[in-house]
């Protein structure tokens, strides 16, 4: 018993202690707005519309998830390549690439949703913003 409350004794010490030295910690880092005007002027997100700034980050992530399914077909296809004939490897192989192709159809649905919806809140919002 007495090595459980020495072990509360430390944990509320190192409690106290991470209170005290982490905002001397965050205060000594460097300001987090380095670069930020030129991101904006790069990706002209400062004077998009807020539709326009969710549109471009979901094109982007679909975009990034499209390049990994690829990836992983390719890498499916090189296993295929180098499994010199054993079943297994061959098997593995194309449940690798199955699933780059279906992760990648699935991607093509979701940027065609995404697309639709977008598409239907900005009718709605210039229909409501001309009346």
């Known amino acids: 018993m007495?090595?459980?409350?020495?072990?509360?004794?430390?944990?509320?010490?190192t409690a106290l202690t991470a209170?005290?030295?982490?905002?001397?910690?965050?205060?000594?880092?460097?300001?987090?707005?380095?670069?930020?005007?030129?991101?904006?002027?790069?990706?002209?997100?400062?004077?998009?519309?807020?539709?326009v700034v969710?549109?471009?980050?979901v094109r982007l992530v679909l975009g990034f998830l499209g390049l990994i399914a690829v990836v992983i077909i390719?890498?499916?296809?090189?296993?295929?390549?180098?499994?010199?004939?054993?079943?297994?490897?061959?098997?593995g192989a194309k449940k690798l690439m199955g699933a780059g192709v279906i992760g990648l159809f699935i991607?093509?649905?979701a940027y065609a949703a995404s697309l639709f919806i977008m598409n239907?809140?900005?009718r709605i919002v210039d229909t409501n913003t001309q009346h």
Not at 2 to 13: D, T
Not at 75 to 86: H, P
Request: aromatic share 4%; glycine share 10%; hydrophobic share 50%.
């Open 2 to 13: 007495a090595r459980r409350g020495s072990m509360k004794k430390v944990l509320i010490a």
């Open 19 to 51: 209170m005290v030295v982490a905002p001397l910690i965050v205060m000594a880092l460097p300001p987090m707005n380095e670069g930020l005007e030129q991101f904006e002027t790069q990706t002209e997100l400062s004077n998009a519309d807020l539709t």
């Open 54 to 57: 969710i549109a471009r980050i």
């Open 74 to 91: 390719i890498i499916g296809g090189f296993q295929w390549m180098t499994s010199g004939g054993n079943e297994e490897k061959i098997g």
């Open 107 to 109: 991607i093509v649905i």
């Open 120 to 122: 239907a809140i900005t």
